[in-house]
């Protein structure tokens, strides 16, 4: 069995929904997770997508979060949010993690906390919110059934997957403690799924809009696909599609895509 497995941070699906029905037409992607939705459940469009022939588990407020997963091949098990997952402010949990069972693959779609600066109250909660996220997959990872856990989780692995890494000292996403809470959960038994560029030499998921980040490539790979055994045995292929960066009303991050033989 063949499938087509993406994530993508969309930068609000309201402003980026011509782009997204036209990228799923054209990429045959089978399961899409967003990210960033901006967008209440109350609120997403539902209809066109079903059009298309996806189902769409939600999990969104309307204010700058929001996660989702598109299926064409079946939606079960839906669960909305970590166990013991914390907040920001602490009684307030923001909509940043959907669970979900399509076809022969469990997946997680994962919008994490940008942390801000480091020191601040929602740098501490971006490495909570991680220990979290470690704690949820441990039954998962360790079974059978494919599993992954994609989305943006604003953190670049190493230095090569930041396009000037002097530039980021002492600022959040290139840490030693955020990246020791992604060694965490390799270390739970997830394997980063390192897609490939379809141009340059590295395969940056995100560029800024300002100072010409796309055109100049001023990149950084934080859209991640993290898999348990299973999953990774049935990798086939993995790419950015930087086309879709390109244009008009683009995201400011590019789709991650992953082939799948089962």
Same mark, same amino acid.
């Given at each position: ?5 993406? *994530?993508?941070?969309? =930068? ?16 045959? *992607? ?16 539902? &209809? ?8 769409a588990a939600v ?5 700058? =979060? ?7 091949i079946g939606l ?16 307030d949990t923001e ?21 801000? &600066?480091?020191? /601040?109250? /929602? ?7 991680? &220990? ?21 989780? =604003? ?22 403690? &955020?990246?020791?809470?992604? !060694? ?32 100049? =490539? ?13 999953? *990774? ?16 009303? !683009? ?12």
């Amino acid at each position: 069995m063949a499938l087509r497995i993406a *994530t993508w941070n969309v =930068n609000s699906i309201t402003a980026r929904l011509p782009r997204l029905l036209a990228w799923l037409q054209s990429s045959s *992607t089978d399961v899409l997770c967003l990210q960033e939705l901006k967008c209440a459940d109350a609120s997403f469009p539902y &209809e066109q997508l079903r059009e298309l022939g996806y189902e769409a588990a939600v999990h969104g407020t309307g204010r700058w =979060n929001g996660v989702a997963v598109l299926s064409r091949i079946g939606l079960q098990g839906v669960t909305r949010g970590l166990p013991d997952e914390p907040g920001y402010p602490a009684d307030d949990t923001e909509p940043r993690a959907i669970a979900v069972t399509c076809g022969p693959v469990k997946i997680w779609s994962v919008y994490a906390p940008n942390g801000r &600066e480091v020191g /601040h109250d /929602h740098y501490d909660y971006k490495l909570r919110w991680f &220990e979290a996220l470690r704690a949820a997959v441990g039954e998962d990872v360790a079974g059978e059934r494919p599993f992954a856990v994609l989305g943006d989780y =604003n953190v670049a692995p190493t230095d090569d997957d930041v396009w000037d890494p002097a530039l980021f000292e002492g600022l959040t996403h290139v840490t030693p403690a &955020e990246r020791a809470a992604l !060694a965490a959960l390799r270390d739970a038994g997830l394997t980063d799924v390192v897609p490939r560029p379809l141009k340059y030499d590295r395969p940056y998921t995100y560029w800024d809009y300002r100072g010409l980040g796309f055109p100049k =490539n001023k990149g950084m790979r934080i859209d991640l696909v993290y898999a348990n055994a299973p999953f *990774t045995k049935a990798v086939g292929d993995a790419y950015v599609d930087r086309e879709e960066r390109k244009g008009k009303g !683009a995201s400011d991050h590019a789709p991650v895509v992953v082939d799948l033989d089962l």
